[in-house]
């Protein structure tokens, strides 16, 4: 195998034997073989497209299948396998379909890289930099995968997103292409990465309100619970309104806290509040909770060999754990039914406490645009002197302290803003308070980097600025997987420059590509909190 798209890739260079996340090299291998069918499902429906001929269920399955191979999303080779044979089985009905209509279909085999049998694909690319652009438009589609999954979940959808898609990604197998073109397609991609934001954004905003300052308790109750972790929020309310009068608490853990600033939530009295930490911390922390947790997307850690919670664990979606019970969809419902896990939360101990904090959260764009009178007012007065964006991802890595230093390291005339769970890194930090805001401003989950995005652009606005990288916000990162890509890409299609990025630049870019990163975009990567301060102009 060979493996290198998260930030906890081996040695920094690449996983060989056994990936870090826990994927085994068998498993690696489907997981490139369900790439590959991606992109020549993506070139032939992208044909078929100019003669109005394309298939939306094609691209649906495109999109699932690439939000499958994000880090820590499946661990069942087997269910990997059925997605590929799916593929193939589409991918021959479009191309008999294309005959039947007399339509002309290039010869892929003839286009495209053929797939490599004994070797990872991500190697058939000999040339490293054009391999490192390739994969990082790869990278940032499956970010772009992941929110349109979560869209179509909600009933929304744009059909634009799949055409870009399916061009972008059948430019990754092409035997003659330029690093200019890739170069132009990543900024592409970075383009189609706001869209899709903009497209999750608007789901949820719809269905479930716009979210407002909000305070969630993590302390637990005296009945039994359910975890539910991930990123779908329509598992979510399924799942509460089938525990309704079920004398059963619903927790939420990891990228799921911010369901809580969501209006429409807060009508459920049985939606307790929020459960541990980061995702890397539930080897921990799920053995103490008792109940059954439900995955609902990526953020698997497969539970060690002497566990006592794998038999609690429930996925569902485009999340698997091989030998641990899937709950599918109802086709004909459009729901899942989740009386197995209801049934089985009768049956356990309410949580042990880990903690007694209380997060605070909600400033996505909506509520961000009402505070934005205070905020530029304290920006004028000098009460606010930077807004620091420490959006992003958290991982186990010890280095990541970094980013816990350095927030207690800012001073009280700064304001973090964030979004993913990078936060846990700070938001149960007694830091020095600010004059009229909280110190921390949370707009969300990972997605929701998109409500920074849109707010910078209106206090650009309001302030008179030529372009966003006048403001006085900086940017320190923190990555892990490809969702966290998409989000890099979207902000270097904006043009926003300085960015930090850590806690190390990503394996898959050459030297070649980080220094064309450096000199186009000034983009960085960690060293000391005093050093990275004094370049972000903190003081």
């Known amino acids: 195998m060979f493996c290198y798209q998260c930030q906890e890739t081996a040695k920094n260079t690449g996983c060989t034997k056994v990936g870090v996340c826990g994927k085994c090299e068998h498993l690696s291998k489907e997981l490139d073989d369900l790439i590959f069918e991606c992109q020549e499902l993506a070139a032939l429906n992208h044909q078929l497209r100019q003669y109005q001929k394309d298939d939306l269920q094609a691209s649906r399955m495109i999109t699932d299948a690439l939000f ?184 939420t853990h990891g990228e799921m806290l911010p369901a809580h600033y969501y209006p429409y939530f807060k009508k459920y009295p049985h939606f307790k509040g929020n459960y541990g930490n980061a995702w890397w911390q539930q080897t921990k922390e799920f053995e103490k909770f008792n109940g059954p947790i439900l995955f609902t997307s990526n953020c698997i850690v497969p539970p060690l060999a002497n566990s006592t919670y794998k038999d609690r664990i429930y996925t569902t979606g485009s999340a698997y754990l091989k030998d641990c019970k899937h709950i599918p969809k109802d086709h004909d419902t459009n729901t899942k039914n ?21 997060l605070q959260g909600g400033f996505a764009h909506n ?73 921390v401003l949370d707009a969300g989950q990972c997605n929701d980097t998109y409500s920074l995005i849109v707010f910078a652009d209106e206090l650009k606005k309001e302030l008179g600025l030529k372009n966003l990288n006048d403001l006085p916000i900086v940017y320190n990162i923190a990555w892990y997987e490809q969702k966290a890509v998409i989000v890099l890409l979207a902000m270097l299609s904006l043009g926003i420059k300085n960015i930090k990025l850590g806690p190390t630049l990503p394996a898959f870019l050459s030297p070649n590509i980080i220094h064309l990163l450096q000199n186009e975009y000034h983009l960085s990567t960690i060293t000391t909190i005093e050093d990275d301060m004094r370049e972000l102009a903190i003081k």
């Open 338 to 358: 989740f009386s197995c896990i209801i049934n089985h939360a009768h049956q356990c101990l309410p949580p042990q406490p880990i903690d007694n904090a209380e």
């Open 68 to 251: 499958t191979t994000i880090t820590n999303t499946n661990f069942d080779k087997e269910s990997v396998v059925v997605k590929i044979k799916r593929l193939r089985e589409k991918k021959q009905e479009l191309k008999d379909n294309a005959h039947q209509n007399n339509i002309p279909i290039h010869n892929l085999k003839l286009t495209f890289l053929p797939p490599l049998f004994g070797q990872a694909s991500v190697l058939a690319e000999k040339d490293q930099d054009l391999r490192s652009l390739k994969q990082l438009i790869i990278y940032g589609l499956k970010g772009v995968a992941a929110y349109t999954k979560h869209a179509q979940r909600l009933g929304y959808e744009d059909h634009t997103i799949y055409t870009i898609l399916e061009d972008a990604l059948s430019q990754t197998r092409k035997h003659q292409i330029t690093k200019e073109e890739l170069l132009n397609w990543i900024m592409g991609v970075g383009e189609l990465g706001i869209r899709a934001m903009h497209l999750l954004d608007k789901a949820n905003t719809i269905t479930f309100g716009h979210p407002e300052n909000t305070k969630v308790e993590t302390k637990v109750g005296n009945r039994p619970g359910i975890l539910i972790t991930g990123h779908d929020l329509q598992d979510l309310k399924e799942l509460l309104d089938q525990t309704i009068d079920k004398q059963i608490d619903i927790y």
């Open 367 to 439: 509520q961000l645009t009402k505070l934005k009178p205070q905020i530029i007012s304290a920006i004028k007065k000098g009460e606010i002197k930077k807004l620091v964006v420490m959006a992003g991802c958290d991982g186990r890595m010890p280095i990541r302290e970094y980013y816990t230093n350095f927030a207690k390291s800012l001073p009280p005339d700064t304001i973090i803003l964030t979004a993913g769970c990078a936060k846990y890194r700070y938001n149960k930090l007694p830091l020095a308070a600010n004059k009229e805001f909280p110190r």
